[in-house]
């Protein structure tokens, strides 16, 4: 944990074609970088699925854009949409 006991947090989204292994690959890799979901919702409407996960990245193995670029990469083989924003800027994009 962070020294300053202060949680660098980020949002994680997911949305595209239900497929097996979505929610199994993102939280494999989230566990891989040592990144602690804090909570996580998801949806299926017909053959959508969408997920949102708000998790803990203070103490990220490799970094956070490492984690993105991985993210990504999983999105891209599950062709699904795979977003990873530090919690500020999505509160302030999305106006939460």
Do not use: C, P, W
């Not at 970094?63 to 795979?82: C, M, P, Q, T, Y």
């Amino acid at each position: 944990m962070n020294n300053n006991n202060s949680q660098e947090r980020a949002v994680v989204t997911v949305l595209g074609s239900d497929k097996v292994g979505i929610v199994a690959k993102v939280t494999a890799t989230l566990a891989e970088h040592n990144a602690n979901i804090i909570d996580i919702s998801q949806t299926l409407l017909d053959d959508l699925f969408t997920m949102i996960m708000l998790v803990e990245v203070s103490d990220l193995t490799n970094g956070f854009e490492n984690l993105n670029e991985e993210l990504e990469a999983i999105g891209n083989d599950l062709e699904v949409k795979i977003m990873l924003q530090h919690e500020k800027v999505f509160r302030y994009m999305h106006r939460i």
